[in-house]
């Protein structure tokens, strides 16, 4: 990989401040005397950091008249940061945003619509109209997706092994995944180990559960998608795993930011853990031991597993940016240049083009590849895409389903209230359409 452009960075060290949270920014220095100067934004983990940084040093010798700023943060900060630039109207010329927060942003007026600039200087047309569709909302699109990537869960191959249990598989039920978490706490034999996460918080496999049961996390108006007593079936399951101590505890398990250093997995809390295909990378970055990669639990008896493809990242353009051609030139060369393509690998999924797809794939290493070859294991197990997230799905999601669940862990709730809150508050806070 190609080495860093040390004068695109602030005075420090970008990766150690990454991998800790600080909110950074490089960029500054000569190559503010550039031309075009573009403000880029992201979340993600020093991997992430890195590789896109590579990518943005490789244009610049592409493109010497253009600099590219990058500000990345981590977890919760992205988002209020990104509020702050929305609210005046200084949002960054290139974002990321993610498949539940596209619909939402973008009819918040902070995306450009991109139309203008397809097929020229961005050429997506490759992707295919089904792709191109993962981003569109209201007949235009705002975003590029970065790669595809579904739901999963991560396992530690090594504690398995250890304790001689067999890896979870695709078939793998919720009954049996409980059956796992309790010989895995009990075979693991140490404090503040256990073999699950206390799976309530996670929005998105309350998306997939309620999926495999002929619901949906939100209904195609978009409003909630279900109703009390499926969340009291989903709670159930999950404070059941509690009572019996075989899921991280509340106290541990609320310092889960959405990011991979604070999942109990990394953290060393959890034997299994949730989370999205592409982020296999950046895991296994910081972990020692081998991950394993399989799909979110199933309800069996020929239920619909629950999964769809997604984008795993999508880059959109600010809806203030007074340089929306050459971002999108930007853009058009991060999805579309085999050499980026190289750099960037698969940790943000799967890439959209085929040409970059064929021309990566037999580089890719043996943790790269486990994530392809997971992609390609969902393609006759996977739905269709849902409908864009309604707006107020970010804040559903922070402000009600970890609340929520982190009340009902902490016994401050009862199943049933805390399935009564979960729809009441869900309902208050989207906006349907």
């Known amino acids: 990989m190609k080495a860093f452009n040390r004068r695109s ?31 880029m934004t992201w979340w993600g983990s020093q991997e992430r950091a890195k590789r896109t940084q590579g990518v943005a040093d490789l244009y610049k010798q592409k493109a010497p008249d253009v600099a590219i700023v990058g500000e990345p943060l981590a977890g919760d900060a992205y988002w209020t940061k990104l509020s702050t630039q929305m609210a005046g109207r200084n949002v960054s010329d290139i974002f990321q945003l993610e498949p539940s927060t596209v619909s939402d942003y973008s009819k918040r007026g902070a995306c450009m619509a991109l139309d203008p600039f397809i097929p020229k200087p961005l050429d997506v047309e490759a992707f295919g109209a089904k792709m191109l569709d993962l981003c569109r909302v209201d007949g235009k699109i705002y975003g590029v997706g970065l790669g595809l990537n579904s739901f999963s869960m991560f396992y530690d191959t090594t504690v398995f092994a250890k304790a001689g249990i067999p890896v979870p598989t695709p078939d793998t039920t919720w009954t049996q995944f409980a059956e796992l978490a309790a010989e895995l706490t009990k075979a693991a034999g140490k404090d503040q180990l256990w073999g699950a996460p206390y799976g309530a918080r996670y929005a998105y496999v309350l998306d997939v559960w309620l999926r495999q049961r002929g619901k949906t996390l939100f209904s195609p108006e978009g409003s909630i998608g279900f109703g009390v007593e499926d969340a009291k079936e989903w709670y159930a399951y999950w404070e059941d795993l509690r009572a019996k101590n075989i899921c991280t505890s509340a106290d541990l398990q609320t310092q889960d930011q959405n990011t991979i250093e604070t999942n109990p997995l990394t953290r060393g809390n959890s034997v299994m853990g949730f989370t999205y295909s592409n982020q296999l990378i950046g895991y296994q970055a910081m972990m020692p031991n081998k991950l394993g990669i399989t799909m979110v639990p199933q309800a069996g008896g020929g239920a619909p597993s629950g999964h769809y493809y997604r984008p795993a990242l999508i880059w959109s353009i600010g809806a203030t940016s007074k340089n929306g051609e050459a971002a999108a030139a930007f853009i058009n060369f991060f999805v579309n240049d085999v050499e980026a393509g190289k750099i960037l690998g698969v940790e943000r999924g799967v890439p959209m083009s085929p040409k970059v797809r064929d021309a990566i794939l037999p580089l890719l290493n043996e943790t790269e590849r486990a994530t392809v070859d997971y992609v390609n294991l969902l393609a006759d197990k996977v739905s269709a895409y849902p409908p864009p997230a309604p707006v107020g799905s970010q804040q559903f999601d922070r402000d009600v389903v970890r609340k929520v669940a982190d009340q009902l862990a902490f016994g401050q709730l009862s199943v049933a209230d805390a399935a009564q809150q979960l729809v009441e508050q869900g309902t208050a806070t989207l906006r349907p359409k």
């Open 9 to 39: 960075f602030l005075q420090g060290s970008l990766l150690a401040g990454a991998a800790a949270g600080a909110t950074l920014s490089f960029g500054a220095g000569r190559a503010m005397a550039a031309e075009t100067r573009l403000r």
